[in-house]
T-cell receptor
Framework: AQKVTQAQTEISVVEKEDVTLDCVYE???????LFWYKQPPSGELVFLIR??????QNEISGRYSWNFQKSTSSFNFTITASQVVDSAVYFC??????????????FGQGTRLTINP | NAGVMQNPRHLVRRRGQEARLRCSPM?????VYWYRQLPEEGLKFMVY????????ESGMPKERFSAEFPKEGPSILRIQQVVRGDSAAYFC?????????????FGPGTRLTVL
């Protein structure tokens, strides 16, 4: 069975600090997809990134970066020079390989990140 | 370029009433997913639909819950005879159904409160 674990329930840092959100996953599939979503206080879910299992390149997008390591089944998310607007709940998610169009997501419990001014 | 739309954003029902949640996918998206988020929890998959077809409903409770995605109009998640435990945020997501490169985009959610 698939499982996503976000061990950090809550993180609180001061603005401009770097912060890393951990995500560990379990799957028996050899092809799978990993995602990060952001849920700000307003409640909507915002897509941040998708990573395919066969692509282990790390990715950087502005202050955001993602470190994918298949050897440790981890897909960690780092925010550099954090800002108050980064305060949100962040979810890591996993989906199986594409089979007849079905790609349901399995979510972690989420990490509530608070950036203090 | 409108995103996924859900309405209503907030819905209050008394125990025993029916709740109808609507979802209009992004333009060009033919795949719709429904997820439920209980308070302080992550999202749990409920059902996956394509036009006029339920593809996977493995996450749907066996009773009182149903979903449809008609040929015309939005997808509907219907909860009959609501109970307090149904209080949650219900999110709809849509995707274009691109093999091996699909991404689900979420709507703003419907917050259901059962009194």
């Amino acid at each position: 069975a698939q499982k996503v674990t976000q061990a950090q329930t809550e993180i609180s840092v001061v603005e401009k600090e770097d912060v890393t959100l951990d995500c560990v996953y379990e799957t028996r599939d050899t092809t799978y997809y990993l995602f990060w979503y952001k849920q700000p206080p307003s409640g909507e879910l915002v897509f941040l990134i998708r990573r395919n299992s066969f692509d282990e390149q790390n990715e950087i997008s502005g202050r955001y970066s993602w470190n994918f390591q298949k050897s440790t089944s981890s897909f960690n998310f780092t925010i550099t020079a954090s800002q108050v607007v980064d305060s949100a709940v962040y979810f890591c998610a996993l989906s199986e390989a594409w089979i007849q169009g079905a790609q349901k997501l399995v979510f972690g419990q989420g990490t509530r990140l608070t950036i203090n001014p | 370029n409108a995103g996924v739309m859900q309405n209503p954003r907030h819905l209050v029902r008394r125990r025993g009433q029916e709740a109808r949640l609507r979802c209009s996918p992004m333009k060009g998206h033919s795949h719709v997913y429904w997820y439920r988020q209980l308070p302080e929890e992550g999202l749990k998959f409920m059902v996956y639909l394509q036009k006029e077809n339920i593809i996977d409903e493995s996450g749907m409770p066996k009773e009182r819950f149903s979903a449809e995605f008609p040929k015309e109009g939005p997808s509907i998640l219907r909860i009959q005879q609501v109970v307090r435990g149904d209080s949650a945020a219900y999110f709809c997501a849509s995707s274009p159904g691109t093999p091996w490169a699909d991404t689900q985009y979420f709507g703003p959610g419907t917050r259901l409160t059962v009194l």
